[in-house]
């Protein structure tokens, strides 16, 4: 295990689109997962893309923080998804993002390749997203809210889009020591 470095805004790594995950069992992705699980806790965000490890993948973790979970959970084999109420983050392998309906809502977001900087953001409210877990089976989850937030901020990250690209009003782009209040998320 151990603690990676994060790629801050102006990398290149951060503005490609990441290539799919080949074999998401391969012990090689096992141990990737590991460290950015701890570079996530090290961290304390709500979320991490391998793009942000200078890792060019397409492999996402979050977490939602109880009291913020919403999700209506169903997965295409049968089984429960994991839920994002575990403490453990959830890692989603070639995630694909479905919106549903055409409401957007905005909220402070973060991140931790922009450090110190918060901006208000619009994102689809209610969304269906699909992925792959590491035993390779494949899932889909509805999400709304925080969690359709975070999964949102996190799958930019694989198509090269940090979170500035999806503000409407950069009036709001600020240093989080000026605002007084902590951003929605920062992932
Ligand atoms: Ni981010």
């Known amino acids: 295990m151990a603690i990676l470095k994060i790629a801050r805004m102006g990398h290149p790594v951060l503005s490609r689109a990441a290539l ?3 074999d998401p069992t391969a012990p090689a992705i096992a141990r990737l997962i590991e460290d950015m699980m701890e570079t996530l806790e090290d961290a304390n965000g709500a979320g991490l893309a391998a793009p942000q490890v200078h890792v060019p993948l397409r492999l996402v973790l979050f977490r939602v923080p109880p009291g913020r979970e919403t999700a209506e959970e169903e997965s295409a084999d049968g ?31 973060a991140c931790l390749s922009l450090p110190g900087l918060a901006g208000v953001v ?6 269906l997203y699909r992925w792959t877990d590491t035993e390779g089976r494949k899932h889909e989850c509805e999400a709304r809210g925080f969690h359709a937030r975070v999964v949102q901020h996190e ?11 999806r503000m409407t009003d950069l009036s709001t782009l600020s240093f989080t020591s000026e605002l007084g209040r902590p951003a929605a998320l920062e992932a």
Request: glycine letters at 4%; charged letters at 25%.
């Open 20 to 22: 799919p995950v080949a």
């Open 79 to 109: 089984e429960h998804a994991p839920s994002s109420e575990l403490e453990s983050p959830t890692v989603l392998i070639n995630p694909a993002i479905e919106p549903i309906g055409e409401r957007m809502v905005e909220d402070l977001e």
């Open 122 to 127: 619009p994102r689809h409210d209610h969304i």
């Open 155 to 165: 799958c930019d990250h694989l198509d090269g889009i940090l979170y500035p690209m």
